[in-house]
């Protein structure tokens, strides 16, 4: 049985994708959120609730301890998070790691600058990359609320195709990405759809 632990927890995009993996896959969950009375466990014989700050060292630690994956989806300081999340999971002896990032982080997107306002992103992925994870970073279209289940890939040093990415196919792929531990390890990946 696979174990994710899903950091940043309350986030759009994790509430999505943990009730992707509650819907479609039978793996257990740990909710890893900074204030555990904003969130309702949404399946209590699957899911654990977990209060923590993804810069608490020894809580992260903790909290990885019998995991298979880690999925982060955060925002704010990502540099900082992600240093805590390397040296954790180094720590923890934990190889597999999911991290949200965004489109344009290495100037991708034709025609678009998104300049600072992408820095944390953009210095989040370097750290991850520069560790030995089998990291997949993933960099998302804008998000929508369309229904549909499809998308585009491309790979780091490829122009990013599309603009949008619907939450349904974002979750869907990080499903995939947590039950295949081959997949797209060590690559940081464009996803529109
Ligand atoms: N919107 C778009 O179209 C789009 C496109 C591409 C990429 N992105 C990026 O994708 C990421 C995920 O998006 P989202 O909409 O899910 O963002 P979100 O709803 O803002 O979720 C981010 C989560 O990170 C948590 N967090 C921040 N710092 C933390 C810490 N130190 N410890 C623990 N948790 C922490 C926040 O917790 P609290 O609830 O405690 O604040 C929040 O729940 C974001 O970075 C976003 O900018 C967005």
Redesign the pocket.
Known sequence: MTRVLI??A?????RHATACFLENTDVDLTLY???TS?LKNPDPKRATIVEG???DRAALIDAMKGQDVVFA?????MAE?AQKIVAAMKEASLKRLIF?S??GIYGEVPGEKYRSVLDPYRDSAAIIEASSLDYTILR????TNNPKVSYQITQKGEPFHGHDISLNSLSDLIVKLALDPTLHVRSSIGVSQ
């Open positions: 950091l940043g309350n986030g759009q995009v994790a959120l900074r204030h904003r700050n993804v810069l989806s955060l925002a704010g300081e998070q949200i965004s489109m998302p279209g804008w998000f």
